[in-house]
């Protein structure tokens, strides 16, 4: 059983910077895809970032310009860097592993606070 576990979470001002990262228990060339996602209450989950099996690294548009994903494929790690954070991007961030057969794997979350 892969396991995700995240860290970095915490409160930051308006403008200010986090990063997350996401371990896996086994390398993470295991999963077809990997990457963040966030959910506020009452609402979906969103997808943050990505990296596909193939091509370039996947954003969302309000993130976009913003947060960067990247991976250290010798510690199995993925990282979101989030710069100039806004009150919006408050939520719970999720890293997520799918493989090809489409399981998901996710972590248990990691809450991001952006207040003043």
Not at 58 to 63: E, F, K, L, N, Q
């Amino acid at each position: 059983q892969v396991q995700l576990v995240e860290s970095g979470g915490g409160l930051v001002q308006p403008g200010g910077s986090l990063r997350l990262s996401c371990a896996a228990s086994a390398s993470i060339f295991t999963f077809n895809t990997m990457g963040w996602y966030r959910q506020v209450p009452g609402k979906q989950r969103e997808l943050v970032a990505r990296f596909p099996r193939y091509g370039s690294r996947i954003y969302a548009d309000s993130v976009n310009g913003r947060f960067i994903i990247s991976r250290d494929t010798a510690k199995n790690t993925v990282y979101l860097q989030m710069n100039s954070l806004k009150p919006e991007d408050t939520a719970v961030y999720y890293c997520n592993g799918a493989l090809v057969n489409g399981q998901d794997y996710w972590g248990q979350g990691t809450q991001v606070t952006v207040s003043s």
